[in-house]
């Protein structure tokens, strides 16, 4: 057994790459949005409000990334009796709010996208444009 791994993290250019592609899905769907990118370890790459987006979204969209990152899996997905325990022994910074995707690239999680300020569906759906830009340019 080795005492150190190799790991794949997203640059600061891979975040900004991401957050492009979800800007433009959002733009698209005339949804303003707050869209949080993560590093593997929910730590906040870059960052963006939309004109018209809600003001409380900009902290529900880094959860929403963050979990994602930590989990390795989409929000939204755990049992309603579970996501209030959830939130609370992390001090809300944890959620199941859906709308946090991570990014994987070659069975690795290398970062995640947290969106919010419209329906769940909406969040989640600019979220996986965001992840779609990445996880496509690492297959090519």
């Known amino acids: 057994m080795t005492d150190t791994v190799s790991v794949r993290r997203l640059t600061l250019a891979g975040a900004q790459k991401a ?65 209030i325990k959830l939130a609370l022994a992390t001090g809300g910074k944890l959620t199941n709010l859906k709308g946090g995707v991570p990014i994987i690239i070659e069975g690795q999680v290398v970062g995640a996208i947290g969106v919010g300020s419209g329906t769940g569906d909406q969040d989640r759906e600019v979220a996986l444009a965001g992840v779609a830009a990445i996880e496509g340019a690492s297959a090519g």
């Open 19 to 83: 957050l492009a592609a979800c800007l433009a899905k959002a733009e698209a769907m005339k949804v303003p949005q707050c869209i949080a990118v993560t590093d593997d370890g929910g730590h906040l790459l870059a960052f963006a409000r939309m004109e018209g987006s809600k003001v409380m979204s900009i902290e529900s969209a880094t959860a929403k990334a963050r979990t994602a990152a930590s989990s390795r899996v989409q929000t939204g997905n755990v049992h309603a009796e579970v996501e």
